[in-house]
């Protein structure tokens, strides 16, 4: 079954310092999207991404984040200046029609980010 | 703002019994509904669709009745391997991509 695959699973950051979460989306799928979970906490959208451009995005996705498809397969997170707040397990997530439908979404295993 | 609400639980069963999980949304223009299950410290992963009509799949059935904003998921002859967290899952409505999560009911099947 395709997968949508993350790395890395585990990254541990100092407060301040930029990381690039990367995530690698199923093939024939036009809809990315970045979700994250605080410890505890429910599932929060992130922002999603067609056509290599931003479609929506949510009030916790400020300047501090970026988005990126450098190429054809891969889709990154840029999160700079990382605040000890933005610990949380970040999950990428492919559709291959829009949010409507009954598809759902397919998550990847997600990367973890601890900032210290 | 639009919300998803749950029991969180947790609901402790017995191996084989029969559980019902609760769910509200407020949005009246959602028209997307799903249960996925989460592990912990796993990603979610999609349980079913929910339809209008209701549908069932194995020991697992939905619910859906627009006319409440409410969903519902039952699961019968429950394993211990169903022990996980269940969210409920809605997308925000027409023309938004976003899906607006619950918090979750954790399900904890005992033998």
């Known amino acids: 079954e395709p997968e949508v695959t993350q790395t890395p699973s585990h990254q541990v950051t100092q407060m301040g310092q930029e990381v690039i979460l990367r995530c690698v989306p199923i093939s024939n799928h036009l809809y990315f999207y970045w979700y994250r979970q605080i410890l505890g906490q429910k599932v929060e959208f992130l922002v999603s991404?067609?056509?290599?451009?931003?479609?929506?995005k949510s009030e916790i996705f400020d300047d501090q984040f970026s988005v990126e498809r450098p190429d054809g397969s891969n889709f990154t997170l840029k999160i700079r200046s990382t605040k000890l707040e933005d610990s949380a397990m970040y999950f990428c997530a492919s559709t291959r029609t829009a949010g409507l439908g009954p598809y759902g979404y397919t998550f990847g295993s997600g990367t973890r980010l601890t900032v210290v | 703002r639009k919300e998803v609400e749950q029991d969180p639980g947790p609901f402790n069963v017995p191996e084989g019994a029969t559980v019902a999980f609760n769910c509200t949304y407020s949005?009246?223009?959602?028209?997307?509904f799903f249960w996925y299950r989460q592990d912990c410290r796993k990603e979610p992963k999609l349980l079913m669709s929910?339809?209008?009509s209701g549908n069932e799949d194995g020991r697992f059935t939905a619910q859906l009745n627009r006319a409440s904003q409410y969903i519902s998921l039952l699961i019968r002859d429950s394993k211990l391997s169903d022990s996980a967290t269940y969210l409920c899952v809605v997308n925000e409505g027409i023309g938004t991509y976003k899906y607006i999560f619950g918090t979750g009911t954790r399900l904890k099947v005992l033998a």
């Open positions: 949005n009246s223009a959602s028209q997307s």
């Open positions: 929910v339809y209008s």
């Open positions: 991404f067609y056509n290599n451009e931003i479609s929506e």
